[in-house]
């Protein structure tokens, strides 16, 4: 399915699927003050967003959860790609496979490229299944709060920020394996990063950053 948007206006778009792969959105977006909320209420749905212009508040559901709940058992396999240009956008996107009753479905993945200022950008991957994370943003003042949480599979994430600052929350949780890195390069402005891996598995976590702030960068990772 290929959406293209190119006004002002708020949407939800409800998608069902009881066969694999069966669930492909793209969306183009061009313009400000736009709303759209995809739930994708399946397994294996691929998503595909690309947004430019600002104060847009854009959400992908797949599984659904936090908290538009449902999910029930459903087996994972999903995948969201976006493409963000502009200024003060909100993105959001929500991979979930509860599958209590069994391993876990296929792989979670996410690919991220922001290029802006004062974008907000939440990422939750939970599920037994393996979750991968992909964000690069070019701008200044941009928050990101990644959560990969699930029992099995293991959690693998790359961010990478220029600009200055930037929020960076990042915690990976669960029975897998975690690893994470990230590089933040700046040009004066500040930095804040808070990192915590809590795994029963083994753990790494790689941060190379270039603070140019007189009162320095705040950094805290945390493993256990």
């Given at each position: 399915m290929l959406l293209q948007f190119v006004k002002s206006s708020s949407i939800v778009l409800?998608?069902?699927s009881g066969s694999a792969w069966a669930n492909d959105i793209f969306i183009s977006q061009s313009g400000d003050d736009f709303t759209l909320e995809v739930q994708q209420r399946s397994e294996n749905n691929y998503a595909s967003a690309t947004v430019s212009g600002d104060n847009n508040d854009v959400t992908i559901r797949q599984g659904m959860h936090a908290d538009g709940t449902m999910d029930g058992d459903e087996t994972g396999?999903?995948?969201a790609y976006w493409t963000v240009d502009g200024q003060n956008n909100t993105?959001?996107?929500y991979q979930t496979d509860e599958n209590r009753g069994g391993g876990g479905g296929s792989d979670h993945y996410l690919n991220n490229s922001i290029t802006g200022d004062g974008n907000?950008?939440?990422?939750?991957q939970r599920g037994?299944?393996?979750h991968n994370g992909?964000?690069?943003?070019?701008g200044d003042d941009n928050t990101v709060t990644v959560l990969q949480r699930g029992n099995g599979g293991k959690n693998w994430s790359d961010i990478d920020l220029t600009g200055d600052g930037h929020t960076v929350t990042h915690t990976q949780r669960g029975g897998g394996g975690a690893t994470g890195s990230m590089d933040l390069t700046n040009s004066g402005g500040?930095?804040?990063v808070d990192v915590m891996q809590n795994s029963s598995s083994w753990q790494s976590y790689s941060l190379t950053g270039s603070c140019a702030n007189a009162n320095?960068?705040?950094?805290s990772v945390t493993q256990n």
């Open positions: 409800l998608l069902f396999g999903h995948d993105v959001a996107s907000i950008i939440s990422h939750t037994k299944t393996g992909k964000i690069t943003i070019a500040s930095y804040t320095g960068c705040s950094v």
